[in-house]
C-alpha cells in the first residue's frame, strides 16, 4: 500500500471518529439524565396494623440511663429517706446493711478486695459510676416488682446504697439529677477501653480452624455434683 492511500485511510477513519464521539456523549448523557430522572421508589404497603406510638408511651419505656447521667430524670433524695425504702422493700434479699441474704448479692463492703482470690464486688469495690445504679433499680427493681419506685425513691435508695461503703459520708446529702454523675467512685479508673483489636492482633489466625479444630470434651463432672458454687466464702469442703 503506497503512502498516499494511507493517509488517505487513516483521514477518513479520522473522520468517521470525530463523527461518532457526539453520538457517544449524547447517548451517555441521556442515560445519565435518565437516572436521575427516575421516580423515588414507592413506600411499603402498609399492612394497617397498630398506630404510631405517642410521646408519652415512647418517654415511659425511654428510661435508660447513661454513665454520664444523660437520661437522669428530675427528682432528689437522701440516705436517711432511702435508709426506710430500703428496709421495707429490699432487706428480704439484701439484708439491711447491704450484706446479702443466702445468695443474693452483696451491696456494701469489698472496699480494696478486688486483686483478693475472692474479690468483693459490690456497688461500692466495683462499679465505675453511680449512674448506672439508679439505671439498674430503675429498670429491675424491687425483684418482681419492677418499675413501682418513684423518681425520687430511687435516688434515695442510690444515696443509701453509695452511704453504705462510705462513698456518700452525710446521710442528709441531697442526691439529684444534676450531682449523681459527679459522685466519684472507689474504682472508676479500674475499667478501660476494650483494646482487643490492637494489643492481641499478633495473636489473630489469618485462616481459623472452622471444623474438627480439636477433640470432643469428656465431661468429668457436673456442677451439682462437685458443688462448684459454695455457699460461703472458705469454698467447698474437699475430702
Known sequence: MSRSVKLATAAALGVVMIALLPVVSGAQQKQAKASVEQPAPKPPVKLGLGRPALPEEIQAWDIDVRPDGQGLPPGKGTAKLGDAIFQEKCTICHGEFGEGVGRYPV??????TLKADRPDKTVGSYWPNATTVYDYIRHAMPFGSARSLSNDEIYSLVA???SMSDVIKDQDFELNEKNLAA??????????????????????????CMKDCRAAPKVIGRAMAVDVTPDNKAGPKVD
Open 107 to 112: 451491696l456494701s463492703g469489698g472496699l480494696g
Open 160 to 162: 443509701y446504697i453509695l
Open 183 to 208: 459522685v466519684e467512685m472507689p474504682n472508676a479508673n479500674g475499667f478501660y477501653e476494650d483494646d482487643r483489636e490492637v494489643s492481641e492482633k499478633q495473636f489473630w489466625k489469618a485462616n481459623p
